[in-house]
């Protein structure tokens, strides 16, 4: 077996979760498109029988922190999300790579937990690992190489003090570099692999991997029939998944 992975030193949080409960994964919210904002908060108000929210990262297009709080499209979201934690269940927001900045004010605004790295569940008698999905694209080396960058303390700190212009001009070129940059990578160094999937499966105990960021559905099982699927992006055929 190959070396313990980065994922098996990091003690992921473990939580119940009662059926149905719903997994979605990349709605890349613009916070200035009211329209948007408000077909994500129809659609969750519609969800009477749900009993749990998981989302796989990337609920936002990108996320600047308090500035994004008192935004009216970040008050709508979070007052959305927070009446489905009070009245259905608990909600569960994983980091994506473009709203790495959701915190503990993001937590009490909305009333969902962040989970930075990742989540384990157990779910209808089965044991869910779910991750926003960019680990598994270890062959693109500069992409896992700005990941650790951006998600550093040292640069966390700094956005929680630099002002909102000067967050907007970053996440605008990061944004537009990740879009050039993706497109000028060959498909197998972006491609999420699912051989790493398997080896987290077995160093967690899980028996289903869920994730999001290719924006496409996939669903394999290996030989020992452990399951990997990955979600399409929000409004694609296969976006939400019932758990």
């Known amino acids: 077996m190959a070396r313990r992975s980065e994922l098996?030193?990091?003690e992921l949080p473990r939580v119940e979760l009662q059926t149905p409960a719903l997994v979605i994964a990349d709605l890349h919210l613009d916070l200035d498109d009211a329209r948007s904002c408000a077909e994500f908060t129809d659609w969750l108000a519609a969800q009477r029988g749900a009993r749990a929210l998981v989302i796989l990262g990337d609920l936002f297009e990108y996320w600047l922190g308090a500035p994004h709080l008192e935004h009216a499209g970040g008050k709508a979201i979070c007052a959305a999300l927070a009446r489905f934690a009070r009245e259905r269940g608990p909600v569960h927001v994983l980091h994506g790579?473009?709203?790495?900045?959701?915190?503990?004010?993001?937590?009490?605004a909305s009333g969902a937990r962040v989970h930075?790295?990742?989540?384990?569940?157990?779910?209808a008698g089965s044991e869910y690992l779910f991750l926003h999905g960019d680990e598994l694209c270890i062959h693109d080396h500069a992409y896992?190489?700005?990941?650790?960058?951006?998600?550093?303390?040292?640069?966390?700190?700094?956005?929680?003090?630099?002002?909102?212009?000067?967050?907007?001009?970053?996440?605008?070129?990061?944004?537009?570099?990740?879009?050039?940059?993706v497109a000028a990578k060959a498909p197998l160094d972006v491609e999420q692999v699912a051989s790493v999937g398997w080896q987290w499966l077995e160093e967690t105990g899980a028996r289903e991997l869920v994730v999001g960021h290719a924006h496409r559905w996939r669903e394999e099982r290996d030989a020992d029939g452990r399951r990997l699927r990955v979600l399409d992006a929000w409004g694609g055929?296969?976006?939400?998944?019932?758990l």
């Open 237 to 242: 055929p296969r976006a939400v998944l019932a």
């Open 97 to 108: 790579n473009r709203d790495f900045l959701l915190d503990a004010r993001f937590e009490a």
């Open 8 to 10: 098996a030193r990091i």
């Open 144 to 181: 896992q190489r700005l990941r650790r960058v951006i998600r550093s303390r040292p640069v966390r700190a700094l956005a929680r003090v630099l002002p909102r212009p000067a967050l907007e001009r970053a996440a605008r070129r990061l944004r537009r570099r990740s879009v050039a940059a």
């Open 116 to 123: 930075p790295f990742g989540l384990r569940a157990s779910c």
